[in-house]
Nanobody
Framework: QLQLVESGGGLVQPGGSLTLSCAAS????????IGWFRQAPGKEREGVSC????????NYADSVKGRFTISRDNAKNTVYLQMNTLKPEDTAVYYC????????????????????WGQGTQVTVSS
């Protein structure tokens, strides 16, 4: 059973940066593509970014493209989301997730059921 734990959230001013981590245990992470999702109060959950199992391919939602960078260190069983130039509209609970059926990442990744979810980490962007 794959277990995912997010960390790195917090309160940051607009224009600031945060790096989220998604640490895996129970299974080796390099069998899975990993996605980051977020859910703001009163809104539906949305896909933010994904990365293939090898790290060779990535995808970003238009709203974060050019500001967020996803990466992974399979030796550390960890996926990262570097978030720069944060905006108030980035405020949300951020989750990482894994789909056991694929190692690939593309724009359709966010619409497939995820088998494993972390508990989420709160990101608040406010002055």
């Amino acid at each position: 059973q794959l277990q995912l734990v997010e960390s790195g959230g917090g309160l940051v001013q607009p224009g600031g940066s945060l790096t989220l981590s998604c640490a895996a245990s129970g299974r080796t992470l390099d069998d899975y593509a990993i996605g980051w999702f977020r859910q703001a109060p009163g809104k539906e959950r949305e896909g933010v970014s994904c990365i293939s199992s090898s790290g060779a391919s990535t995808n970003y939602a238009d709203s974060v493209k050019g500001r967020f960078t996803i990466s992974r260190d399979n030796a550390k069983n960890t996926v990262y989301l570097q978030m720069n130039t944060l905006k108030p509209e980035d405020t949300a609970v951020y989750y990482c997730a894994a789909d056991s059926r694929t190692r690939h990442c593309s724009g359709t990744y966010y619409y497939t059921p995820q088998d494993y979810w972390g508990q989420g980490t709160q990101v608040t962007v406010s002055s």
